[in-house]
T-cell receptor
Framework: KNQVEQSPQSLIILEGKNCTLQCNYTVSPFSNLRWYKQDTGRGPVSLTI?????NTKSNGRYTATLDADTKQSSLHITASQLSDSASYIC?????????????FGRGTSLIVHP | DAGVTQSPTHLIKTRGQHVTLRCSPI?????VSWYQQVLGQGPQFIFQ???????GRGNFPDRFSARQFPNYSSELNVNALLLGDSALYLCASSSVPDRSQPQHFGDGTRLSIL
């Protein structure tokens, strides 16, 4: 079964601290892995996209890693800011009959306290 | 440039009714995808359209249908509404349905079924 599992479910950190979010998947055949940030009441915003051959991708203070052998990805946030408070969603896409089918995780809810 | 726009922003329906949700992609984007996000969960893929043709379909019943118009805008139709259809419906657009292209999401239509 194609699944994406994220951990932790929720996380509270102090402003300025770093944190790492985890994503494990069983999606096959693998096409790509994306991380999104979703603020409350808004649509998701793309942070990173990685294909099979990429094992790291950065976007400012966000760095995503991918281990396609173990089917694991992580999103590292450096020097957190209050505006980082949001849900972070891991999405793994697979190719199916010429189509691209994305499978979303349930997200990690991050709260950054001053 | 305007982002992805969805209408209406909120909608209340009763069981058994039908609903039509609308999406206008970013100018120049030819691919539109629809997602359902139940409260507290990640989005689930419903449909993807490209150049007015269906390119992908998620695991949703036939009560759900969609179409894309010559101007690349799209409609999602849901018939015989159930309480479980209450959710945030998200639309995303991209230039092409390619695995390396980021998807840009609208802020969704919040559908409540009474």
């Amino acid at each position: 079964k194609n699944q994406v599992e994220q951990s932790p479910q929720s996380l509270i950190i102090l402003e300025g601290k770093n944190c790492t979010l985890q994503c494990n998947y069983t999606v096959s055949p693998f096409s790509n892995l994306r991380w999104y940030k979703q603020d409350t009441g808004r649509g998701p915003v793309s942070l990173t996209i990685m294909t099979f051959s990429e094992n790291t991708k950065s976007n400012g203070r966000y760095t995503a890693t991918l281990d396609a052998d173990t089917k694991q990805s992580s999103l590292h946030i450096t020097a957190s800011q209050l505006s980082d408070s949001a849900s972070y969603i891991c999405v793994v896409g697979r190719a199916s009959g010429g189509s691209y089918i994305p499978t979303f995780g349930r997200g990690t809810s991050l709260i950054v306290h001053p | 440039d305007a982002g992805v726009t969805q209408s209406p922003t909120h909608l209340i329906k009763t069981r058994g009714q039908h609903v039509t949700l609308r999406c206008s992609p970013i100018s120049g984007h030819k691919s539109v995808s629809w997602y359902q996000q139940v409260l507290g969960q990640g989005p689930q893929f419903i449909f993807q359209y490209y150049e007015k043709e269906e390119r992908g379909r998620g695991n949703f019943p036939d009560r759900f249908s969609a179409r894309q118009f010559p101007n690349y805008s799209s409609e999602l139709n849901v018939n015989a509404l159930l309480l479980g259809d209450s959710a945030l419906y998200l639309c995303a657009s991209s230039s092409v349905p390619d695995r390396s292209q980021p998807q840009h999401f609208g802020d969704g239509t919040r559908l409540s079924i009474l």
